[in-house]
């Protein structure tokens, strides 16, 4: 199984696990050079993706990292996708 973990805190950051084992992790102020860039980690997700030669369609599970959201658990999907879709 593959997970594409994502984290859009103040250290935005990717990681892809393939079947439980870290392949990737990287934090997008490696690309951007902004010390503790926050936000959707784009950048670094299109270089996990690059450097493993899979497609957003190979993921399994994409799981987001939710605790700016007071610790609560999202109460369904709808609200990252409209968050961010496009």
């Known amino acids: 199984m593959r997970i594409l973990g994502i984290s859009d805190s103040h250290c935005a950051?990717?990681?892809?696990?393939?079947?439980?084992?870290?392949?990737y992790l990287l934090q997008e102020e490696r690309i951007t050079r902004v010390k503790n860039q926050g936000g959707y980690p784009a950048s670094a997700i299109q270089k996990l993706l690059e450097w493993s030669g899979l497609s957003y369609e190979d993921i399994d599970l994409f799981v987001f990292d939710d605790r700016q959201d007071g610790f609560n658990p999202p109460s369904d999907r709808t609200r990252y996708l409209r968050k961010y879709r496009g």
């Open 13 to 23: 950051s990717a990681c892809l696990l393939d079947d439980g084992i870290v392949q």
